[in-house]
């Protein structure tokens, strides 16, 4: 899948699951590690791993492979690593102490 595609299909799959406030943040020219980050809340502890483990299913399902799905048995937030991006599912306490879009903006 193009980069387009691949961020249309995970925004799809994240608002499947009610994901909340989807933000795609373009990281290429800081990062060596990705092109692009999404950013998104989960309304509970609960929901953050239910987004986390039905993108990973949902990716792999269409050949993606994920390189790596960190935090879900926490559930305060959420990495996973789709190698060109890296999605953050987050409750709305830890994405307002973080604020990982003004750090990478």
């Known amino acids: 899948m193009q980069d387009q595609e691949l961020t249309a299909f995970i925004i799809e799959k994240i608002e499947d699951m ?4 989807i933000t795609t943040i373009d990281i290429s020219v800081k990062s060596n ?9 989960g309304n509970s502890k609960r929901h953050v791993k239910s ?3 039905s993108l990973t299913m949902e990716c792999r399902a269409a050949g993606i492979k994920p ?3 960190e935090g879900d048995d926490v559930g305060e937030w959420a ?3 789709l190698s060109n991006f890296i999605v953050h599912i987050m409750t709305d306490e830890t994405r307002d102490r973080y604020q ?6």
């Open 18 to 21: 009610k994901g909340r406030d």
């Open 51 to 53: 987004i986390a483990q």
């Open 79 to 81: 990495l996973v690593d």
């Open 100 to 105: 990982l879009e003004e750090l990478w903006s």
């Open 67 to 69: 390189l790596g799905v």
């Open 33 to 41: 590690f990705a092109d692009y980050m999404i950013v998104c809340s």
